[in-house]
């Protein structure tokens, strides 16, 4: 400071002696005040393409990966999951492998319970093109999941996985690049987002149906659907119109299942990208799973399977551009009925009250053995079949040992 007061000082001296212009000194004096950058500057390295991996996808968008685990040559299906802020095997997947287990004092949560989990420590992951090493594994119990989305779920690829990565999943052309961390060139035509992160992106939204709120909502990638608040958020808020009609329903997750309503919330927008008559669930988050008042809820991957998306966790960003799919039309079916794959066959598992599935006569222990013709036994063919709104399904259950065809109406909650 000391050194441009006296520069400053011999400048104003200058003046005099050679007589400047009053316009000219004062633009050189402002010049002096500005901060002067270095002509070189230190950048990070360019991020360089290490592999490209397949994937296949799931109702509501949900992301299977193939994988293999340690020197064990069975292909293992992980779910990539921007939600889970670590990385994770299924209880069964462990006791397969006789892995040795660490007790902890850390608990996760899921929208039906909490509980503490072990660890598998330093274990390695191998994806193809790429070996991630040094990973301890949390192990839960994800035969729910399993179950709903008849494939042995065998564990969830997370936070430990994204934080060393930048990760581009193009579901235009099912597959995800994977680079080391540098400077990376965002495609032309979209949007760089700019979320808050722990381990989970926290990315703030604008809801519209009542009346408008601005609020922040987890970005999962985990979730098959578009939009999940909680009811203390729903009803502090009044995010919700006083006359939206709510269906009952029951959603599946981390801890089991659990009694959730369905209704529409007028528009959603992310960045610039603004969606109508967005499906979204509401339920009573014993847990907090939402992260109320901090957070919202969550914003699904019904959603942002939407675009193709880069997640650039060590820059803390993530880019999202339209594809192919932007304009697909959401899912507004309704039927009240839950059916899981258990011991190999599609079974009923839930009906709700007066709902469509009810009003048919299905009965709980029903066996789906085909819907529409399709015979497949593929408990995820089932599901887009019953997503076809106001459609009239012929389903054909096994009931007692018996075969029964059951004609189900499908709602719109639109």
């Known amino acids: 400071m000391r050194y441009y007061k006296e520069l400053i ?3 104003l001296h200058l003046k005099k002696l050679i007589g400047l212009h009053k316009l000219t000194f004062t633009a050189f004096l402002f010049l002096l005040s500005l901060r002067v950058f270095s002509q070189e500057e230190f950048v990070p390295p360019p991020a360089t393409l290490i592999t490209t991996i397949p994937f296949t996808q799931l109702t509501g968008g949900i992301i299977i990966l193939h994988a293999t685990f340690d020197d064990y040559k069975d292909s293992l299906n992980f779910v990539l999951d ?6 994770s095997l299924d209880s069964l997947t462990s006791e397969y492998y006789h892995l040795k287990l660490v007790p902890s004092d850390r608990i996760v949560r899921g929208i039906a319970g909490m509980k503490y989990v072990s660890f598998a420590n330093d274990h390695t992951i191998h994806l193809p093109g790429i070996t991630v090493g040094n990973l301890d594994f949390h192990v839960n119990n994800y035969e729910i999941l399993s179950s709903a989305y008849g494939m042995h779920i065998d564990g969830i690829i997370g936070y430990s996985f994204f934080r060393r990565f930048i990760v581009y999943i193009d579901y235009d052309e099912m597959i ?5 961390p540098g400077s990376y060139k965002y495609p032309r035509g979209g949007y760089l987002l700019k979320p808050q992160f722990s381990t989970l992106p926290m990315q703030a939204a604008e809801v519209r149906d009542g009346k408008d709120i601005m609020a922040k909502f987890y970005f999962d990638t985990g979730a098959g659907l578009c939009l999940l608040m909680s009811n203390d958020f729903a009803n502090d808020s009044a995010v919700f119109r006083k006359k939206r009609k709510m269906y009952a329903t029951i959603a599946e997750g981390l801890g089991g299942k659990t009694d959730m309503s369905l209704s529409i919330v007028k ?3 992310v960045g610039p990208y603004r969606f109508h008559n967005i499906p979204a669930y509401v339920f009573n988050d014993e847990y907090n799973v939402t992260n109320y008042p901090a957070l919202g809820g969550l914003i699904g991957n019904d959603i942002f399977r939407r675009f193709n998306v880069v997640l650039n ?3 803390q960003e ?12 959401f899912d507004y079916s309704y039927t009240g009925l839950g059916f899981y794959l258990i011991d190999g066959a599609i079974t009923v598992t839930d009906i709700i009250k007066s709902s469509p599935a009810e009003q048919a006569g299905f009965m709980i222990g029903d066996i789906i053995i085909g819907v529409e013709g399709n015979f497949t036994n593929n408990i995820q063919a089932y599901k887009i079949l019953m997503q076809n709104a106001k459609a009239r399904l012929r389903v054909l259950v096994m009931r007692s040992g018996a075969p029964q065809i059951i004609y189900l109406r499908v709602k719109s909650i639109l």
């Open 267 to 269: 528009d959603l927008k």
């Open 9 to 11: 000082l011999r400048l």
């Open 82 to 87: 921007t939600g889970s802020g670590g990385i």
């Open 318 to 329: 993530i880019f999202i551009k339209p594809n192919k799919h932007y304009l697909d039309s």
């Open 313 to 315: 966790y060590p820059q």
């Open 176 to 180: 995800i690049k994977v680079f080391t």
